[in-house]
Nanobody, 125 residues
């Protein structure tokens, strides 16, 4: 059974930092691009960041560029999201996802085949 499990969410004050991690099990994703998405209450799921299969390329939403950093460790089958200078508008449930290997750093949620259950990030003002 393929699983993606996120961890590292929590409550943090504005300006603070959090590091999210996503651990994959059931298969390896070393040939697949990985991504992070988020969904705030009453809003659609939105793209945050993606990373190519070997970590050589990354893609970020404009709202997080310069503050968030996506990374991966294929040996450990994990992907991370370092979030700095957090803002209240970053509050959301954060999901990691894996896409088909035929894509590079996809943005659209529809291109992702596997999803985690999500981890809550709350940023207080």
């Amino acid at each position: 059974q393929v699983q993606l499990v996120e961890s590292g969410g929590g409550l943090v004050q504005a300006g603070g930092s959090l590091k999210l991690s996503c651990a994959a099990s059931g298969r390896t994703f070393g040939s697949n691009p990985m991504g992070w998405f988020r969904q705030a209450p009453g809003k659609e799921r939105e793209f945050v960041a993606s990373i190519s299969w070997n970590g050589g390329s990354t893609n970020y939403a404009g709202s997080v560029k310069g503050r968030f950093t996506i990374s991966r460790d294929n040996a450990k089958n994990t992907v991370g999201l370092q979030m700095n200078s957090l803002k209240p508008e970053d509050t959301a449930v954060y999901y990691c996802a894996a896409a088909s290997g035929r894509y590079h750093t996809p943005i659209a949620p529809s291109l992702y085949d596997y999803w985690g259950q999500g981890t809550q990030v709350t940023v207080s003002s």
